[in-house]
């Protein structure tokens, strides 16, 4: 089975910096395009970055873009998010995603992907 446990999150001073992890079993890397989103209070769902190794595509959404750079550990399969620079607005519930289909990250954070961790909270204070 296809899991997905999310961590690091916290609170962070704007401008701080902080790096997710998402720790992912019952598939690989290789095979699979993974991602991060997140939902801020009382906002829609929003695609923050797809990594696909095999797809050789990654995504970053306008907002985050130089600021968020997602990674992967193959060897330990954990799948990570780098947030820096953060500002209050990236205060958000993130989390991190996974689907078999390798070109997903071809859709600008359109795709919907099949798997889902729970969410890890994100709170930049001003």
């Known amino acids: 089975d296809v899991q997905l446990q999310a961590s690091g999150g916290g609170l962070v001073q704007a401008g701080g910096s902080l790096r997710l992890s998402c720790a992912a079993s019952?598939?690989?890397?290789?095979?699979?395009?993974v991602g991060w989103f997140r939902r801020a209070s009382g906002k829609e769902r929003e695609a923050v970055s797809c990594?696909?190794?095999?797809?050789?595509?990654?995504y970053y959404a306008d907002s985050v873009k130089g600021r968020f750079t997602i990674s992967t550990d193959n060897a330990k399969n954990i799948l990570y998010l780098e947030l820096n620079s953060l500002k209050p607005e990236d205060t958000a519930v993130y989390y991190c995603?996974?689907?078999?289909?390798?070109?997903?990250?071809?859709?600008?954070?359109?795709?919907?992907?099949?798997?889902w961790g729970q969410g890890t909270q994100v709170t930049v204070s001003s």
């Open positions: 019952g598939f690989t890397f290789d095979d699979y395009a």
């Open positions: 990594f696909s190794s095999s797809g050789e595509a990654t």
């Open positions: 995603a996974a689907d078999p289909y390798v070109e997903a990250c071809d859709y600008d954070g359109s795709y919907v992907p099949a798997y």
